[in-house]
């Protein structure tokens, strides 16, 4: 699998309800990082936690970090119809300049 | 709008055609990069510039030839491509602290290109 690997790959939820999206990675890293991205656009950043965090938070958004199991976890709460994206995580590769992005998890609110 | 422009934002070229993207940064960063997004694959990253050095050729084949004059403007030369490297291509910049390409990166809205 990859490095960054979300999941689902896709999931749809009616306006109102939470959406969850799960990070798995392989290697160590620095930091990970959430980006949304609309159809056919740039990326845009959502939120980055460190190595050394274990959740964060940013308006309806919560992020959390298990470096034990090498995963993280996207919450949005109280979807709205705007969310309509796909969602992917981003993993630094220690000591090197990349950063490694998964295939997206696409979702879709139901208005 | 993320200070990070690309043009064009749709180019369809045949395979012997020679064109060039470009994108441009207004935020000041010393980092940036190139990205190949296709269909149902992950991000890949292509190439990375710090301080308007390459310091990341990630395996890109040589149809692909990357120039950064300095740090605002990142381009990226096409030539000889093939129906596969239809694709949408992003760049991204980022401000390096030396600590580590660590943090956010900036993306622009993407060039579509389709190789006929």
């Known amino acids: 699998s990859q490095q960054g690997e979300e999941d689902p790959q896709a999931l749809s939820i009616q306006e109102g309800e939470n959406a969850t999206m799960n990070c798995s990675y392989k290697t160590s890293i620095n930091n990970l990082q959430w980006y949304r991205q609309n159809s056919g656009r740039g990326l845009v950043h959502l939120i980055l936690i460190r190595s050394n965090e274990r959740e964060k938070h940013s308006g309806r958004l919560r992020v959390t970090l298990d470096t034990s199991k090498k995963s993280s976890s996207l919450l949005i709460t109280a979807s709205r119809a705007a969310d309509t994206a796909s969602y992917f995580c981003?993993?630094?590769?220690?000591?090197?300049?990349?950063?490694?992005f998964g295939t997206g998890t696409r979702l879709k609110v139901l208005a | 709008e993320t200070g990070v422009t690309q043009t064009p934002r749709h180019l369809v070229m045949g395979m012997t055609n020679k064109k060039s993207l470009k994108c441009e940064q207004h935020l000041g960063h010393n980092a940036m990069y190139w990205y190949k997004q296709s269909a149902k694959k992950p991000l890949e990253l292509m190439f990375v510039?710090?301080?308007?050095?390459?310091?990341e050729n990630n395996s890109v084949p040589s149809r692909f030839s990357p120039e950064c004059p300095n740090s605002s403007h990142l381009f990226l030369h096409l030539h000889t491509l093939q129906p596969e490297d239809s694709a949408l291509y992003l760049c991204a910049s980022s401000q390096e602290t030396g600590r580590a390409f660590g943090d956010t990166q900036y993306f622009g809205p993407g060039t579509r290109l389709t190789v006929l």
């Open positions: 981003a993993t630094d590769e220690s000591g090197t300049y990349k950063y490694i």
């Open positions: 510039y710090s301080l308007e050095e390459r310091v």
